[in-house]
């Protein structure tokens, strides 16, 4: 199983981005995505999860981003709004089924003031 994280870049604070995420390969039943990030100096931390039951999103980043899947094509976006330098990171996208989690390679967001 693969996944190819797409649309990070630079973009002006108030900006917005869209992350795309695929995966390919022996894909069963997806029931969990989500994507993280990580700051230069700092640990990775939850942007946003959507699994079948809810959606959970970091407190930085509510009413601001959105996470959303297309299931026909193995895909996670993430529809960031209002970006702030803060969410400078490069973001990673997880799926995951059963007791795996798969991870993109990250793509590279940078919010300039």
């Known amino acids: 199983v693969q996944l190819q994280a797409s649309g990070g870049g630079l973009v002006q604070a108030g900006g917005s981005l869209r992350l795309s995420c695929a995966a390919s390969g022996s894909i069963v039943n997806i029931d969990r995505m989500g994507w993280y990030r990580q700051a230069p100096g700092k640990q990775r931390e939850l942007v946003a ?5 809810r959606t959970i999103y970091a407190d930085s980043v509510k009413g ?20 702030k330098t803060e969410d400078t990171a490069v973001y990673y996208c997880v799926m995951g089924w059963g007791t795996r989690d798969y991870w993109g390679q990250g793509t590279q967001v940078t919010v300039s003031s």
């Open 49 to 53: 999860r959507a699994t079948i039951m």
């Open 64 to 83: 601001r981003f959105t996470i959303s899947r297309d299931n026909a094509k193995n895909t996670v976006y993430l529809q960031m709004n209002s970006l």
